[in-house]
């Protein structure tokens, strides 16, 4: 059986979004935490790594999000390593507060040589540090689903890395990506003449149900990005947002991502049908 480890955060304020809900990047940045916890309690800190020359970058996650989390919450997160392969582990994760199940996540980690940047074989030893009972897993990792193609009316901004969003891997930390993702779901249905304020006027709140991303090379400080967003799968109260991430100077896609979306009544936090105009005002951006 793989060894288990839990955490505890107290949501904070300033980790809170307008709806009053943790913002869903911070979900990433408690996982971050919790997984690097974890890997110390079995002997693997971040300082055993640089000594070994080797360091984890996240190649794919998802987060399923079932119950808001909000301002004085206390959150338990609970991880463990599902499997390894060659080059990559799978970690799981749980959010429970006040006895429910709030989230669940993974992410698929590569293991890295710190010089060439490039995967390595994981140590036998690392493995069965996390997994004592078991060999590693060697099977394929799941991929990540293609988007459909974008229709003409495709929405796309851009964005300069800044430092705040480097990490110390020199590279822009994986929960930014959501970041960026939350501001592009924001820009896009202004253009197309939904502003949050206008959606909070008609009473309705259009909530984040699941991410899934894909990490395909590192955004470096002051690199300038190109996010592009449509959406396929309309149904009568969810859609879903793809959204690309494309660095200017050479075209390199940098990561990509699909978000459900559900839409709720504002005072009785419940799915509402998509209202008919909206689906209107959007069809260009529509698959």
């Known amino acids: 059986m793989p060894l288990t480890y839990n955490r505890t955060f107290r949501v904070r304020h300033y980790e809170c979004d307008a709806y009053g809900h943790v913002n869903n990047a911070n979900y990433l940045r408690y996982m971050q935490e919790t997984a690097f916890d974890a890997s110390t309690a079995v002997g693997y800190a971040p ?48 959010f429970h507060c006040n006895g429910e199940l709030c989230a669940t996540a993974y992410t698929d980690w590569a293991f890295l040589d710190i010089q060439t940047g490039k995967p390595v074989s994981i140590p036998h030893e690392m493995v069965i540090a996390f997994i004592p009972d078991r060999q590693p897993d060697i099977s394929r990792r799941e991929r990540f ?36 993702v939350n501001d592009c779901g924001i820009q896009v249905a202004a253009a197309f003449g939904w502003p949050v304020e206008r959606m909070m006027a008609e009473n309705f709140a259009i909530i984040v149900r699941k991410h899934q991303i894909e990490y395909l ?27 690309t991430m494309t660095r200017v100077s050479g075209g390199l896609l940098i990561a990509q991502a699909h978000t459900l979306y559900v839409w709720v009544d504002i005072a009785f936090q419940k799915p509402i049908r998509i209202p008919p105009q909206f689906l209107a005002d959007f069809a260009p951006n529509i698959v």
């Not at 988007?147 to 851009?158: E, H, K, L, T």
């Not at 964005?159 to 930390?173: A, C, E, F, K, S």
């Not at 090379?217 to 959204?243: G, N």
């Open 47 to 94: 300082a055993r790594y640089a000594d070994m020359g080797r360091r984890w970058l996240a190649r794919q996650t998802e987060v399923e999000y079932i119950r808001p989390l909000r301002y004085g919450d206390t959150v338990q997160v609970k991880t463990w390593v599902e499997s390894f392969r060659r080059v990559m582990v799978h970690r799981r994760y749980e």
């Open 217 to 243: 090379q590192p955004a470096l400080l002051d690199d300038e990005l190109e996010i592009a967003t449509w959406v396929s799968d309309v149904k009568r109260a969810t859609a879903i947002r793809h959204y």
């Open 145 to 180: 689903s293609p988007a459909p193609s974008p229709p003409p009316g495709v929405f796309s901004m851009r964005r300069r890395v800044t430092w705040q969003d480097i990490g110390q891997g020199q590279h822009v930390n994986n929960a930014v990506y959501l970041s960026y």
